[in-house]
C-alpha cells in the first residue's frame, strides 16, 4: 500500500484545514499591512505637496495670511539658492547639514538681507561673504553658507522611505508687510555632487511662501497678536533608488526565519534539532528586531519596519507550532505518513508566504 493510502480522508482534512488556515493568516497580514503603509505612502505625498504649496494649509501649522494687509507695499529681495553639499545627515539624530550658496539681489541702501537671514529650524554654523556689488542700481551679495537643521524624519515607511528636505530662510527683522521674497528659480539649482547613502535625490524646488507665527512677539506696535513673515522654502526630494537597504537591513531576519524551516526535514522525534532551530531562530529574530530599530528613532506607531519582524517572528512561533503538532502526529498517534505529509505543505504554504510577503511591503512603500 503506498503512502497516499495510508492516509484517510478525515486526516487529510486535517492538513487542508491547516493550509486554508496558514494561507489565511499570510493574506490577511499582507492586506492589513499592504493597506497601511499604502496609507503612509499617500500621506507622506501629501504633505510633501502641502509643504511647498505656496496656497497649501500644512497639517498641524497655523494657518498662514495669503494676501497682504491693504497698503502693504513691501520692498522685494530677490533670493537664489545653490545646494553644493550635504556635509551630513541622521535620521537617528533628526538633523541634517546643507553646504549652499546663497545670493540677494535688491534695491536701496537701506537694506542688507544678506546679514539679516536666519535659518528657520535650524543654526548657521558659518557663513562667508563671496562677492557684493551694485550693478546698474541694484545691490548683490553671495554667500556660502554652511547649517545645520532640525528635521524630524517621518520613518513610518523606513527602510522604503522617502523625505523632502528643506531649507527654510527668513528675514530675522522685518515682516512680510515689509519685505518680501522672490524666488530665483531660473538660477537656482542642486549640485551633481549632493550624494545621500541610501538615497537617490531626484528634484529642487524654490518657493516662497508666507508663514504666520501665533504671537506678535510682544511688539507693542503691532495691533494683531500674529506676525507672518516671508520665508523662502528650497526642497530637495530623496527616496530610495530599490530595495537593497530593505533586504540588507533584514538580512538577519529572513536568515533566522529559514533556519526555523529547516525543522520540517528532520523527524519529529529529534527533538533538539526539531525545536532548537526554530527556537534559536526566534531569538535571533529578536536580536534583528532590536538592532534595526536602533537605526531610527521611536515614531510611537506601526511601522512597515514593525510589521515586518511582527511577519517574520509569528512565522516562527507558527514553525514552532507546527513541529509540536507533527510531533503529536508521529509518536503519540502514530500517523508517520500523515506528519510527514503535514511538513511538506507546512514548509511550502510557510515559504511562499513569507517570500510573497517580504516582496510585496517594499514594493507598496515606495516612491516610484
Excluded at 531660473?186 to 529642487?204: A, D, L, T
Excluded at 508663514?211 to 513673515?229: K, L
Amino acid at each position: 500500500m503506498n503512502n497516499e493510502q495510508m492516509i484517510t480522508p478525515s486526516q487529510r482534512r486535517f492538513v487542508f484545514l491547516w493550509s486554508v488556515g496558514l494561507v489565511l493568516f499570510f493574506i490577511g497580514l499582507g492586506v492589513f499591512s499592504g493597506v497601511t503603509v499604502s496609507h503612509y505612502r499617500s500621506d507622506a505625498i501629501q504633505r510633501h505637496m502641502a509643504r511647498l504649496d505656496p496656497s497649501a494649509v500644512e497639517p498641524g501649522r497655523t494657518v498662514a495670511e495669503t494676501t497682504l494687509p491693504a497698503g502693504a507695499t513691501p520692498r522685494k529681495v530677490t533670493v537664489g539658492v545653490y545646494l553644493d553639499g550635504i556635509a551630513s545627515i541622521s535620521l537617528l539624530d533628526s538633523i541634517w547639514s546643507p553646504v549652499f550658496y546663497i545670493w540677494f539681489r535688491w534695491k536701496g541702501d537701506d537694506l542688507n538681507p544678506g546679514e539679516t537671514f536666519n535659518v528657520i529650524e535650524g543654526e548657521i554654523s558659518k557663513k562667508e561673504k563671496l562677492s557684493e556689488e551694485v550693478i546698474n542700481g541694484e545691490h548683490y551679495a553671495l554667500y556660502l553658507v554652511r547649517a545645520q537643521v532640525t528635521k524630524s524624519f517621518n520613518t513610518d515607511r523606513f527602510p522604503v522611505d522617502d523625505h523632502l528636505l528643506t531649507l527654510t530662510i527668513e528675514d530675522g527683522k522685518l515682516p512680510w508687510t515689509e519685505l518680501e521674497y522672490v524666488p530665483d528659480t531660473e538660477h537656482s539649482n542642486i549640485s551633481s555632487r549632493v550624494k545621500i547613502p541610501g538615497y537617490m535625490v531626484y528634484r529642487s524646488v524654490l518657493v516662497m511662501k508666507p508663514h504666520t507665527y501665533r504671537t506678535n512677539f510682544g511688539d507693542p506696535r503691532i495691533g494683531s497678536q500674529q506676525e507672518t513673515y516671508s520665508q523662502l522654502i528650497y526642497g530637495v526630494w530623496n527616496s530610495r533608488s530599490g530595495f537593497g537597504p530593505y533586504f540588507k537591513i533584514f538580512i538577519g531576519l529572513f536568515a533566522a526565519i529559514m533556519i526555523s524551516m529547516l525543522p520540517f526535514f528532520i523527524k519529529p522525534t529529534d527533538v533538539d534539532p526539531r525545536f532548537g532551530l526554530g527556537v534559536g531562530g526566534f531569538f535571533g529574530a529578536v536580536a534583528n528586531t532590536l538592532l534595526a530599530g536602533s537605526l531610527v528613532p521611536d515614531s510611537g506607531i506601526l511601522t512597515l519596519m514593525d510589521m515586518v519582524n511582527m511577519a517574520g517572528m509569528l512565522t516562527i512561533f507558527l514553525t514552532l507550532v507546527q513541529s509540536t503538532i507533527s510531533l503529536y502526529l508521529y509518536d503519540i498517534r502514530g500517523q508517520v505518513e500523515v506528519s510527514r505529509l503535514f511538513d511538506r505543505v507546512s514548509v511550502v504554504i510557510f515559504g511562499v508566504g513569507i517570500v510573497v510577503f517580504n516582496v510585496m511591503i517594499p514594493w507598496v512603500g515606495i516612491v516610484r
